[in-house]
């Protein structure tokens, strides 16, 4: 199935979801708007299973998006703790370099070398318990975790795999 498939299918489930758990995932009643962040999980979720295709909307979009983010994570590591000593303010460009190249080097190996091949551990079970437990960890919010769990479940759904790994 092509992402707007994966998309609408993902956007149903979630519609569905919020008439029958409204307080896992419209913390606010009154508030409709208040579910727009988790409709954006889920569909970057029910799109993030085909990371593994070259081709994939998922894939292009880690591609164009991703480098820039490692790069101001590196910046956000490192000058953080900013003072206003030349010295100590050299040392962490160096540190931000030495971040920025070590993450974009590692982003290169995945997508050119360590990429798996379609349709296999991306698309299973494994991978959807991984995520959600990935999730969870960073968030520990249940209703960012369940969205991430719908779609990701979406795509497993729309797709009919549902292996283990």
């Given at each position: 199935?092509?992402?707007?498939?994966?998309?609408?299918?993902?956007?149903?489930?979630?519609?569905?979801?919020?008439?029958?758990?409204?307080?896992?995932?419209?913390?606010?009643?009154?508030?409709?708007?208040?579910?727009?962040?988790?409709?954006?999980?889920?569909?970057?979720?029910?799109?993030?299973?085909?990371?593994?295709?070259?081709?994939?909307?998922?894939?292009?979009?880690?591609?164009?998006?991703?480098?820039?983010?490692?790069?101001?994570?590196?910046?956000?590591?490192?000058?953080?703790?900013?003072?206003?000593?030349?010295?100590?303010?050299?040392?962490?460009?160096?540190?931000?370099?030495?971040?920025?190249?070590?993450?974009?080097?590692?982003?290169?190996?995945?997508?050119?070398?360590?990429?798996?091949?379609?349709?296999?551990?991306?698309?299973?079970?494994?991978a959807l318990l991984g995520y959600?437990?990935?999730?969870?960890?960073?968030?520990?919010?249940?209703?960012?975790?369940?969205?991430?769990?719908?779609?990701?479940?979406?795509?497993?759904?729309?797709?009919?795999?549902?292996?283990?790994?």
């Amino acid at each position: 199935m092509n992402y707007p498939g994966h998309l609408f299918v993902a956007v149903l489930l979630f519609l569905l979801a919020v008439l029958l758990f409204p307080t896992i995932f419209q913390p606010d009643p009154l508030e409709v708007l208040s579910t727009l962040p988790l409709l954006l999980v889920v569909v970057f979720s029910a799109i993030l299973p085909d990371i593994d295709h070259p081709q994939s909307k998922a894939s292009s979009l880690l591609e164009r998006f991703f480098p820039p983010l490692i790069v101001l994570l590196a910046a956000a590591l490192v000058f953080s703790p900013l003072h206003l000593s030349p010295e100590f303010f050299l040392a962490r460009i160096y540190v931000f370099l030495l971040y920025s190249l070590a993450g974009l080097g590692l982003f290169f190996l995945f997508t050119r070398y360590l990429r798996p091949s379609h349709r296999t551990i991306t698309l299973s079970l494994l991978a959807l318990l991984g995520y959600t437990l990935f999730i969870f960890s960073v968030t520990t919010n249940l209703s960012l975790t369940a969205a991430a769990f719908l779609g990701y479940f979406s795509h497993l759904l729309a797709d009919r795999h549902f292996r283990l790994f």
